[in-house]
């Protein structure tokens, strides 16, 4: 039932004969989370916002983790755009760093961004000293944000934290595949000693 007004396009993603639904209107159906249209001031520049929640700038959780330290407060912040939200956490930072006695060399916040450049990532791998195990990953930020990630697993808990060693052994070029180059080295170091690797896939040599 439709108004006669409205008119329909075939779909081009669908062949002839298939069914489908054209929702006409965001009250056709209740999804609050996705589609409930809500008014609020942009906690950056305070002016009036009416966007569907599935639009909202919110600040991500390792931003809010990592960089500002209260969720409770900052992950019910929103924002008018994306530009808005950028502009908030920036002024938070530097709030942060002129109440600090910091040296004068220092350059600032590092993002799990920084340092990328004209490369597809980096090779690392993690060794278990008492025992020589290792893992081998790969992860196309700074590494030391994977090793932190590492870090809140069981394999590898803090508390173990002087028992590993995390190494960078390839830095991949950007004409280069990554997820390639990871899987040679899994095999390699596998192939050497298979009863000390922590690698569950990517490990059959061919």
Not at 41 to 58: F, M, P, T, Y
Not at 74 to 84: A, D, I, L
Not at 129 to 139: A, I, L, N, P, W
Request: some cysteine; glycine content about 4%; aromatic content about 12%.
């Amino acid at each position: 039932m439709y108004d006669e007004d409205i008119k329909f396009k075939a779909s081009s993603k669908y062949s002839i004969g298939q069914k489908y639904c054209v929702i006409i209107s965001e009250q056709c159906y209740d999804t609050a989370n996705h589609t409930s249209l809500i008014i609020f001031e942009c906690d950056n520049c305070g002016v009036e916002v009416k966007a569907l929640s599935k639009n909202i700038h919110q600040i991500d959780n390792h931003t809010i983790t990592h960089s500002l330290g209260n969720k409770d407060v900052y992950e019910k912040m929103k924002f008018c755009s994306n530009k808005c939200c950028k502009m908030f956490i920036e002024k938070k930072q530097r709030r942060f760093l002129e109440e600090r006695d910091l040296p004068e060399d220092f350059e600032g916040w590092i993002s799990k961004d920084n340092l990328v450049g004209n490369k597809n990532g980096y090779i690392y791998k993690i060794t278990k000293k008492s025992t020589r195990e290792f893992y081998v990953g790969q992860s196309i930020y700074v590494p030391i944000f994977r090793w932190g990630q590492h870090l809140k697993t069981e394999r590898f808990p803090l508390s173990g934290i002087e028992d590993y060693k995390f190494e960078v052994i390839e830095i991949v070029g950007a004409d280069t595949d990554i997820n390639e180059r990871e899987k040679y080295w899994i095999q390699t170091l596998y192939k050497e000693n298979p009863d000390l690797s922590l690698n569950i896939s990517l490990t059959k040599c061919v």
